[in-house]
């Protein structure tokens, strides 16, 4: 019975060093992570680059979030904030909208956002893929809904990630 145990350990230790030279090094913290693995089990980064999970796990120290930005969904470090494409608030509301995202996390590229306009009641007015090229960490990236895309006074807005890549 015991040179069985003392088998089962040394296949352990051969599969152990088989999965280690498999491993996914971690580009934010350099661990070595075995290789079927999804996330770092150092720092918890993404250790896939799939559009599915980009810029849907939190930055271990996220950026301090601006005043007035509001958390994108299915994006964890993500915000926005709507106004006038001119600047500042929307008067008129049938002005260009513009959408200011702030990147809290890890630096993105190839971003592409939902964005879903609402009316006073809460009702979906209109609904329009914007994409971005690059959405480097602890910046703000402004893009703007034209007039001809409004249908109405647009009240607020609804912005959901997506999909993205790591940026280097």
Known sequence: MAACGREVTLILEAMGEKCMADA????????????????????????????????????????????????????????????????????????????????AGYPLRQVEFIVEGLDAAGASIFRLRQKLGRLPRRAETVFEVPSYELTDATADLRVELASAEYDA
């Open 24 to 103: 996914d090094v971690c580009r934010e913290c350099g661990a070595g992570n075995v290789a079927v693995a999804h996330f770092c089990a150092q720092c918890g980064c993404p250790l896939d680059d799939s559009p599915q999970t980009v810029g849907r796990v939190g930055h271990p120290t996220p950026a301090a979030v601006p005043t007035g930005f509001r958390r994108c969904d299915l994006a964890a470090d993500l915000y926005y904030r709507m106004g006038s494409a001119w600047g500042g608030t929307r008067l008129l509301g049938t002005e260009n909208v513009g959408v200011a995202v702030f990147n």
